[in-house]
């Protein structure tokens, strides 16, 4: 059973009210500063996970493997490191400095994605990429419960969808730099340019960002004790919309990473393209339908959240059911210009769920469990989404064996896993209203 709503007076020694500066404006000027540098490290973040799919078949030729191996690659070799790290991050997130964990961690990536570029084997690659995935599950759960502190709940799906656009401006610009480095360079110094920049904006983070009072945003003193990790599972995979909205942003996920991670080989397999000529259509593809689509989500949702309780739910939804015609399109298309440009809908539409789904985690849980909260969250569709999504789509092309395998196997795990997800997202709208109460039951 969730422990008494009473309320604690936070010790200001203690590790979970961590030090922080001066009074902060909630929703300020420099509330603004914050996400803009989360938002810049969100892009790295992306940049350095997404650029292994622009460089997947340069990779694939030059270390002589299979389909499967490299869906393992993009798959599981980064997924279950970064989910598994990303729970004892998150809490120590929940009782350390914040913006303190986000800087090694973006250091610890950005050096392991240049070290990418010294890869002798298969082997190397993907030790390689399980440090990457290491030091990214230290990015967003301490970044999601800072930006819960510095806004207040009513804004919450537009400021963490505003965070969550770094996702599709870091895949974007590592589509066209990948591409286009690959084609000058080599995939080898694609990875070592892409990844060292990452250190200098890791200073940024430790000396400009500041830290807030937990629970600053709600106006209220987050309690000093520290929750489990166990208590956090139970307390979010027990309520009907914890479940629901993790196993709906894990279906949308699975769709989501496997088009990423494979859609580059259909378009050069399929369509005859390079890595450089097809990284500069994906950037703004994916950058801009991404972002438009994730921002647009947030945005509508808290505007009609103020009359329906339930609208991040079935925004959520509305986007997952209107994408998959459009991904349908771009895979069975034959001329590659339609087929683009029908990838760019598809792409607004499919990250319209991540700011409302995201902030609907965020409002379940009390402060002092956000970080946690969130990293359980991830830690679901990480291993549903980013694990098996692209491994599935590896395996099926090898099994299905014809030259054109990758479009079916894409076509299958597209549709099939996007209406999925829409019902979870249904399911969800059923229940939340009743289960916002939780927070208040926890305290």
């Known amino acids: 059973m969730p422990p008494s709503s009473q309320e604690e007076t936070p010790d200001q020694n203690s590790p979970v009210s961590q030090p922080h500066d001066a009074p902060i404006e909630v929703g300020g000027p420099y509330a603004y500063y914050v996400l803009a540098v989360l938002f810049v490290v969100y892009v790295f973040n992306f940049i350095d996970r997404q650029i292994l799919a622009i460089l997947l078949q340069p990779i694939k030729e030059d270390l002589q493997v299979s389909d499967t191996a490299m869906g ?58 399980v440090g990457v995935g290491i030091g990214e599950a230290g990015c967003t759960p301490p970044a999601h419960s800072l930006l819960s502190d510095y806004f207040p709940p009513e804004k919450r799906a537009t ?28 995939w080898r110094v694609a990875f070592m340019v892409i990844g060292l920049p990452g250190v200098a904006m890791a200073v940024v983070v430790r000396f400009t960002v500041r830290e807030p009072p937990r629970g600053m945003s709600e106006r209220t003193a987050a ?20 479940r629901r909205i993790s196993l709906a942003a894990a279906f949308q996920a699975f769709v989501g990473y496997g088009l990423a991670a494979w859609i580059p080989a259909f378009f050069i397999r399929l369509h005859g393209m390079t890595p450089g000529e097809l990284g500069l259509w994906l950037s703004w593809i994916t950058g801009i339908g991404g972002a438009i689509g994730a921002f647009s989500g947030g945005w509508l949702a808290d505007r009609w959240v103020r009359d329906q309780p339930k609208a991040r739910a079935y925004i959520s939804l509305v986007g997952a059911l209107c994408s998959t015609p459009f991904i349908v399109a771009a895979l069975v298309l034959d001329n590659t210009t339609l087929a683009l440009l029908s990838f760019f809908p598809a792409n607004v539409f499919g990250t319209m769920w991540i700011g409302p789904a995201s902030s609907i985690v965020q409002d379940l849980a009390p402060p002092a469990m956000r970080a946690t909260a ?34 079916y196997s894409l076509l299958g795990v597209g549709v099939s896993t996007s209406l999925l997800s829409a019902v979870f997202f249904w399911l969800t709208g059923k229940t939340l209203e009743q289960d916002l109460t939780a927070k208040q039951r926890l305290g």
């Open 72 to 129: 393992f690659l993009t798959g599981f070799a980064f997924a279950v490191f970064y989910a598994i790290a990303g729970l004892p991050l998150a809490r120590v997130a929940d009782r350390w400095v914040r913006r303190s964990l986000i800087a090694l961690s973006l250091a610890t990536w950005s050096l392991m994605t240049a070290a990418s570029g010294l890869s002798r084997n298969f082997t190397d690659l993907a030790l390689a990429r």
């Open 159 to 186: 400021v963490l969808a505003v965070y969550a656009c770094g996702i599709y401006v870091g895949v974007g610009l590592g589509f066209w730099l990948g591409g286009w480095l690959n084609d000058a360079f080599g």
């Open 223 to 242: 309690t000093s004790r520290a929750y489990g990790l166990g208590e956090t599972w139970r307390f979010l995979t027990r309520l009907p919309s914890g």
């Open 374 to 407: 969130s990293a359980v969250f991830i830690f679901i569709l990480t291993m549903i989404g980013l694990g098996a999504g692209p491994q599935t789509v590896g395996i099926l092309n090898d099994l299905i064996g014809t030259p054109d395998a990758i479009r």
